[in-house]
């Protein structure tokens, strides 16, 4: 139900654009997250979009170098990555809440993709 795209091999200082296509069943009402896990690491909240696209929330090590948003006509997601470090090296899944507000907590998303490899080189 959900399908994430975009990853791929970088170099750090480089960008890159994830992408997260749901179904309008599982999205159109409610909020959306991107999550990532690096090997060895347990999976860790990125940031999110309300149902809206009006509210978002970032994790800090991501502030201001990602962005999220959401593009209803296609119940498309995306997450702009922007000057990219090699700690951002991981599996990036996104995922649909079960309600409409921004969320944080794992146990919050119903949906889950299947995840898309971001490798950062140094």
């Known amino acids: 139900q959900l399908q994430a795209s975009g990853g791929g091999l970088v170099q750090a200082g480089d960008s890159l654009r994830l992408s997260c296509t749901a179904s309008r069943r599982t999205s159109s009402n409610n909020a959306m997250g991107w999550f990532r896990q690096a090997p060895g690491k347990e999976r860790e909240f990125v940031g999110a979009?309300?149902?809206?696209?009006?509210?978002?929330r970032y994790a800090d090590s991501v502030e201001g170098r990602f962005t999220i948003s959401r593009g209803y006509a296609e119940n498309t997601m995306y997450l702009q990555m922007n000057s990219l470090k090699p700690e951002d090296t991981a599996v990036y899944y996104c995922a649909t809440a079960r309600g409409s507000s921004v969320v944080t907590t794992t146990t919050s998303y119903q949906y889950w993709g299947q995840g898309t490899l971001v490798t950062v080189s140094s």
């Open positions: 979009v309300s149902w809206n696209g009006r509210s978002t």
